[in-house]
């Protein structure tokens, strides 16, 4: 019930196209839903997050659809650029400060010049 | 921007002895956790620290782990006995509630 399901696990887009990167979860008690940008040698770097209270958070080319009812959050990249290249992973916590982020297993980019 | 540091970036140590990884959280921060990501894997919680105590910890977190705030910067994850299956990169993180803000890691190869 704590899993957080993300498809899919690599994904290639050209230059300019839009990735959608999707999650799934279980646990009803999650609200608070960040997604995190990873590049090699480097931790997570939070993207943007969002919170069930509303459908859709654009910031920038990032954009997160949330649909409570599903149970289900994605992540879509406008405009892609090569710079985006990176693995992206989806989180859920309770929301508390005290609480973990449960991770989903990472969705490897490339964005292709 | 004021960020989150780990030293050292690279450990190595022989199995079964004690490894201590350093963190310096941002500085006005209230929460402090240590997580891991074995190689290829997801990242993975290990405990979360408020107030001089732990707050939640995961299955993974057991009496071979300890977390300190030894003074008023800096942030230890203690390993007492490694094991093989403790290589891994770990990260620590900060926040005052969401969002939590991450180090770049430190990865800890066990011999």
């Known amino acids: 019930q704590q899993q957080v399901k993300q498809s899919p696990q690599s994904l290639i887009v050209q230059k300019g196209g839009i990735p959608i990167i999707n999650c799934a979860y279980e646990n009803t008690a999650f609200d608070y839903f960040p997604w995190y940008q990873q590049f090699p040698g480097k931790g997570p770097a939070l993207l943007i997050a969002?919170?069930?209270?509303?459908s859709e958070k654009k910031e920038g080319r990032f954009t997160i659809s949330f649909n409570k009812s599903a149970k289900q959050f994605s992540l879509h990249i406008m405009d892609s650029q090569p710079g985006d290249s990176a693995t992206y992973f989806c989180a859920a916590s309770a929301g508390g400060g005290a609480d973990g982020l449960t991770f989903g297993k990472g969705t490897h980019l490339i964005i292709q010049p | 921007e004021p960020e989150v540091t780990q030293t050292p970036s690279h450990q190595v140590t022989q199995m079964g002895q004690e490894v201590i990884l350093r963190c310096v959280p941002i500085s006005n921060h209230l929460y402090f956790y240590w997580y891991r990501q074995i190689l290829g894997q997801k990242v993975e919680f290990l405990v979360s620290f408020y107030n001089n105590e732990i707050s939640e910890k995961s299955e993974i977190f057991d009496d071979q782990f300890s977390v300190e705030r030894p003074d008023g910067s800096n942030f230890t994850l203690k390993i007492r006995s490694t094991k093989l299956e403790d290589s891994a990169m770990y990260f620590c993180?900060?926040?005052?509630?969401?969002?939590?803000?991450f180090g770049d890691g430190t990865r800890l190869s066990i011999l």
């Open positions: 969002i919170r069930p209270d509303v």
């Open positions: 993180a900060s926040g005052s509630g969401q969002p939590q803000h």
